[in-house]
C-alpha cells in the first residue's frame, strides 16, 4: 500500500511538472471593463476577456446577447454605427485599440472577418481574391498570382475553382462563396480571423467543411467564432464564453463548459432549457 501511495504521489509530481513546462500561449485580445451602449441601450457589460493565439473561441449565447457586438469591437467595425458610445480598453498585442492615435486601417489589415452569409464581391473570383492585396500597394501579376492561389488553397478551394478563376464568383454555391470570403480574408494575411456565424445559412456538407476549415486555419491564425449552434462550438473550439444579457456569464476551456459548467445558467443554456 505504501508503494502505491509513493508511485500515486510521483505520478503527480511528473503531471505536475509535464503541466509547467507546457508552453503559455500568448494573448492576443484583452478586454478589461469593456462597456458598450447603443444609444441609451447597454448592450456590453463590463467585458473582460483574454483570447489567446493560434486558438478557436467561441462565443456562445441567445440572440440579442451581445455576442456579434463584442466580436465587432474587436476590429471597432461597431463604431460605424453612430449612437455607438464605448467605455474601457481593448488590448490587441499589447496595444489599446481605442486609443485615438491606433489607426483603424492597421487594426483591420491584421483583424479580418468573415460574415454570416457569404458576400463575395460582384467580381471575379480571382479578383476577389486579388482585391486586398491590390488595395495594399500590390500589381506585380506574378505576385498576385502566387497571393491567390496560397489563399485559395488556405481556404480549401483551390482544386474546385482553379479552372474558374476568371468566373464570376456569384456563380458558385453558398458553401464555395463563404470558403471565398475565407480566401479574401486570408490574402491579407492577418493575424486573427473573426467570423461571424459562418455556417448559418449554410447546408450540413459546407457546414463540415467549414469546421473542418477552421481546425486547419487555427495552426497559423487565431479565430474567434460566434455561434448559435452548440454541437459547434463544442465540435471546433478550444475555449467558449457565454454570453447573456451583454455580460459574460462563464469563460473556460470548451470541454468543462459543455461537461461541468460552474454557472447554472450556462448549463440552463446548453441543455436548451431556454435560448
Not at 473582460?48 to 467595425?77: Q, W, Y
Not at 461597431?78 to 498585442?93: A, H, K, N, Q
Request: aromatic share 8%; proline share 4%.
Amino acid at each position: 500500500m505504501v508503494e502505491l501511495v509513493a508511485e500515486r504521489k510521483q505520478m503527480v509530481s511528473f503531471s505536475t511538472q509535464a503541466k509547467s513546462a507546457v508552453v503559455t500561449k500568448k494573448p492576443i485580445f484583452q478586454t478589461r471593463d469593456l462597456n458598450l451602449w447603443y444609444g441609451e441601450d447597454h448592450a456590453l457589460k463590463s467585458i473582460n476577456l483574454e483570447l489567446h493565439e493560434n486558438e478557436v473561441t467561441a462565443i456562445i449565447g441567445p440572440s440579442g446577447c451581445g455576442k456579434s457586438t463584442f466580436i465587432k469591437t474587436l476590429n471597432r467595425m461597431v463604431e460605424l454605427i453612430p449612437v455607438v458610445r464605448i467605455s474601457g480598453d481593448i488590448v490587441y498585442r499589447e496595444k489599446n485599440i481605442l486609443d485615438k492615435s491606433y489607426k483603424v486601417e492597421d487594426l483591420r489589415t491584421h483583424v479580418g472577418m468573415v460574415f454570416q452569409k457569404p458576400n463575395p464581391f460582384p467580381k471575379s473570383i480571382y479578383e476577389n481574391i486579388a482585391y486586398g492585396p491590390k488595395i495594399h500597394g500590390i500589381r506585380n501579376k506574378k505576385f498576385l498570382d502566387e497571393i491567390v492561389e496560397k489563399s485559395l488553397r488556405g481556404a480549401a478551394i483551390w482544386d474546385e475553382v482553379k479552372d474558374r478563376l476568371h468566373e464570376n464568383a456569384y456563380g458558385l454555391s453558398g458553401g464555395q462563396q463563404q470558403r471565398i470570403c475565407i480566401a479574401r480574408c486570408l490574402a491579407i494575411e492577418p493575424d486573427v480571423i473573426l467570423m461571424d456565424e459562418p455556417t448559418s445559412a449554410l447546408d450540413p456538407i459546407s457546414t463540415l467543411k467549414i469546421e473542418e476549415l477552421v481546425q486547419e486555419l487555427k495552426k497559423d491564425f487565431s479565430i474567434i467564432i460566434v455561434t448559435h449552434n452548440m454541437q459547434q462550438a463544442a465540435r471546433i473550439s478550444d475555449k467558449t464564453a457565454f454570453f447573456l444579457n451583454g455580460e459574460v456569464i462563464e469563460f473556460d476551456e470548451t470541454n468543462k463548459i459543455f461537461s461541468n459548467p460552474s454557472d447554472k445558467r450556462t448549463e440552463d443554456y446548453i441543455t436548451g432549457r431556454f435560448g
